[in-house]
């Protein structure tokens, strides 16, 4: 993998760049601006704010994971689902493997989510007693079919809002391999209803929104190491991969300590309460 630049920048769009690339915005940008960013667009983006070695210890747990499933199970205690039209690859190398969840509690990602930093970034938002309730590695092989135009907030039925998503590069994504596309602004909106993925043959759970017009979508370009911090309704999606590499981050999302979760027991949902900031 590329090395992550060492370099920390705050993104959102002013309706003029056509993408989220580091090279149009300065360096350091302090915390206020990243909380502007976050009530005018619903995200901002943090370059380089992980080091490479991370990201290749969490590379090669999830390999080993993927690798001792036959693409559907749990494992070690993780949730491992298959990429739908990937289907007929073989499940021995992985490759098959779309998603891992519930990794959090992992010696390889359960510092990452815990470490001070990361929570005195969120805290300004939901608080200084935070919960970690979702994890999941994304693979995104070749060929791998991307996810439709969603917010995060409709699998989240919840007794508050919103809950903060924090998307890792693990590799680089870009246009080619299906980085993904946001749309600034309408996450101070509702969830918009959702229906069933129309293609046949997506991936399990795969839902989408119909009733918006997308046109003003912006791609999120990232190398290793940058993190995008996003509200969960912010709507997002993305696009297949056509590289010949992977595209791989690691997720987390956040809640409020004390929320109470109203829907159904969900099996990729893991309530793990982060040590409190004084």
């Known amino acids: ?114 470490q001070q930093r990361l929570r005195e970034l969120v805290a300004p938002i939901l608080g200084k007693r935070l919960d970690c309730f979702l994890s999941q590695f994304i693979f995104k092989n070749p060929g791998a079919w991307g996810q439709p135009w969603h917010q995060d907030s409709h699998y989240f039925p919840f007794d508050r809002s919103p809950q903060v998503g924090l998307w890792l590069a693990v590799t680089e994504a870009t246009l080619e391999n299906g980085c993904l596309h946001v749309l600034p602004g309408p996450h101070r909106e509702p969830v918009h209803e959702h229906v069933p993925d129309r293609r046949p043959g997506a991936n399990y759970g795969y839902r989408e929104i119909v009733d918006m017009d997308f046109s003003a979508s912006v791609p999120v370009l990232m190398e290793p190491g940058d993190l995008l911090v996003f509200h969960s309704h912010l709507m997002h999606a993305s696009t297949d991969n056509e590289s010949a590499g992977l595209r791989a981050a690691m997720v987390y999302h956040v809640a409020e300590s004390g929320t109470r979760d109203l829907g159904p027991p969900s099996p990729v949902n893991d309530w793990l309460p982060l040590p409190p900031l004084e």
């Open 1 to 114: 993998m590329a090395e992550a630049p060492a370099r920390t920048t705050s993104q959102s769009s002013n309706g003029d760049p056509d993408s989220l690339d580091p090279s149009d915005h300065l360096d350091h940008l302090d915390h206020l601006d990243h909380l502007d960013s976050w009530e005018r667009d619903g995200f901002f983006v943090l370059r380089g704010f992980e080091p490479q070695p991370t990201l290749d210890a969490m590379l090669a747990r999830v390999e080993a994971l993927a690798q001792g499933s036959s693409g559907l199970g749990v494992v070690e205690g993780s949730l491992v689902m298959p990429e739908s039209n990937l289907q007929d690859a073989p499940a021995e190398d992985g490759t098959v493997v779309s998603k891992i969840f519930r990794l959090h509690r992992d010696p390889a990602f359960r510092p990452f989510v815990e």
